[in-house]
Nanobody
Framework: QVQLVESGGGLVQPGGSLRLSCAGS????????MGWYRQAPGKQRELVAT???????MYADSVKGRFTISRDNTKNTVYLQMNSLKAEDTAVYYC???????????????WGQGTQVTVSS
């Protein structure tokens, strides 16, 4: 089984910063891309940022220049540094990983349980 455990959410004032972490654990062969998604109340889940195992990154336009995604492959962990936070960044943030459990199996998507980020004064 594969588990993704997120941490680092919380309440922050507009303009502030937070750093999210997501650690993968369990039995698996490899992890390909990892990423962060978010879902605000009444809205669909949306992509925030992704990073491949080689370090290539992609960001939603709404967070470019403010958020930075990174990963530590030795720890199977992905991070999201969020700066200059705005009220519209308020959402539940979910970690995602594309995991191959065995060398002979295709990649499958796994999700964390979500962590709340609230930006409010």
């Amino acid at each position: 089984q594969v588990q993704l455990v997120e941490s680092g959410g919380g309440l922050v004032q507009p303009g502030g910063s937070l750093r999210l972490s997501c650690a993968g654990s369990g039995r698996f062969f490899s992890i390909n891309a990892m990423g962060w998604y978010r879902q605000a109340p009444g809205k669909q889940r949306e992509l925030v940022a992704t990073i491949t195992s080689g370090g290539s990154t992609m960001y939603a336009d709404s967070v470019k220049g403010r958020f930075t995604i990174s990963r530590d492959n030795t720890k199977n962990t992905v991070y999201l540094q969020m700066n200059s936070l705005k009220a519209e960044d308020t959402a539940v943030y979910y970690c995602n990983a594309r995991v191959r459990r065995l060398a002979t199996m295709p990649f499958s998507d796994y999700w964390g349980q979500g962590t709340q980020v609230t930006v409010s004064s």
